[in-house]
């Protein structure tokens, strides 16, 4: 194994390098042009950039006028319960992420430093920094009530904010699509956040909404962050309404109005038409309130199932579709038959009519035996181009980190970043490959104060890819997402190769990266 071989030397021989880098393009991340260059690495980071014939390295790789960049930076994700399984990220590796932000959506691990500190004991192959989420605090301390918090629970939800500032979270994040915090209002919003701020963390915000009312959003979401002090990151941008398809021109012209007013707003997008959650957002957030126990009673009962497909139905066509053909089941541990097929293909199993009001029978009994993870068709391809032309969209997965043949995922947990490369850099020609980088390195570590990631620099973490451009691929699909991109031919975390000419290397070089609270 090169990883052997490489520690080995170490040990034995006294060298200039760690690891020498020979006849690379160098991409920085910073969006500037390439230049060659070699790069010369030592105990984890960049020593030195520049023309280095004359000097030694236990282990020395020739680019061949390959590209080298910073390792990517995936500011989206949710590894929480992937990654303790597949400690190495191999899916993200694969595709050249070497960090990840996670708890996002407003869920997170808690407490964070025990997270962090058995991460740190088992060993991870990819850098791991998380968001503390405003629902899994509000869950802490006030379950899943649908009603404001009395003033001494917002202070314990506020507490136990700046408790996880201090053990490293990079900032708070919300979902306010989603059950506690769906329940909550913009103030409560705002007085969590200014914690936060205290601390230059980031406000990540899966917005309260990403149709109709995308706007309106916004506005809570910059509002939020303006009056904490904090940066606003505006998660999986989009617009998920089918009537509404091609409004991003007035969503961007928002997000861009505020920044030149001076907040510090950005957004990241995943390069798909599909989206991934849970089967809860089918059903009207009230019902969802109060525990397992409560909400199967609702749907148990005749009067408040009638009442809940009633408004199911309206949310449906409000969202523009004739039925439930749009969703499609990823994960369902009760019946992994069901997986990969749509919920108007599962309600036909059933031997139900094809109606809607079928479908949301089958929706309802689906619920009932713990939901099931879902894909959703919810965007234009129009909106998805557009909002990543913007200059100020980070590349981000919204995915985690993926046993290899389970369930059937969204492929954007294996195939994001390489398929930015191969389809709007290679074959749209929407980026160029410089920006496409940037996107992936340099805007994420400024946004997430990642002070020493993000760019080819000397002193900075030797986070680093070695790739061509031309022969970068992803292979995941919807039908068959199980596939690992090709292409990223070395990929090196800490200074440390984790894929070696290809082939994954038995190594757990990544670390924990901790915030540091100013």
Known sequence: MIALFFTILTALTAADFDVLIRNARIIDGSGNPWFKADIGIRNASIAKIGNLANRTAHLTIDANNRVAAPGFIDVHTHIEGGIEKVQRGDNYLADGVTSVVTGNCGGSEFPLWQWFGELEANGIG???????GHNTVRREVMGTANRAPTPEELAAMQALIAQSMQQGAVGLSTGLIYIPGTYSTPDEVVALAKVAGRYSGVYASHMRDEGAKVLEAIDEAVRAGREANARVQLSHFKIDNRKLWGNSTQSLALVEKYRTEGVDV???????????TNLGITLPSWALADGRDAVSERIKSPETRKRIAAEMEAK?????HDDYSYATVATFKPNRDYEGKT????????????TVAAEIETILDIQLEGGAQMVYHSMGAEDVERIMRYPYTAIASDGGVREFGLGMPHPRSYGTNARVLAEYVRNR???????AIRRMTSLPA??????DRGLLREGFAADILLFDPAQVQD???????HQYTTGFDWVLVNGVPVIANGQFQDVLPGIVLRHRNE
């Open 475 to 481: 292979k995941a699909t919807f039908a068959n997402p």
């Open 316 to 320: 449906l066509r409000d969202l523009g």
């Open 429 to 435: 020609k929407i980026l160029t490959l410089e920006d």
């Open 343 to 354: 919920i108007s293909e599962i309600n036909v199993l059933k031997g139900r009519p094809r």
């Open 266 to 276: 950005v957004v990241d997008q995943y390069p798909y038409d599909r989206s991934s």
């Open 446 to 451: 400024r946004t997430f104060a990642l002070r």
């Open 126 to 132: 990819l850098n791991v920094a998380a968001l503390i």
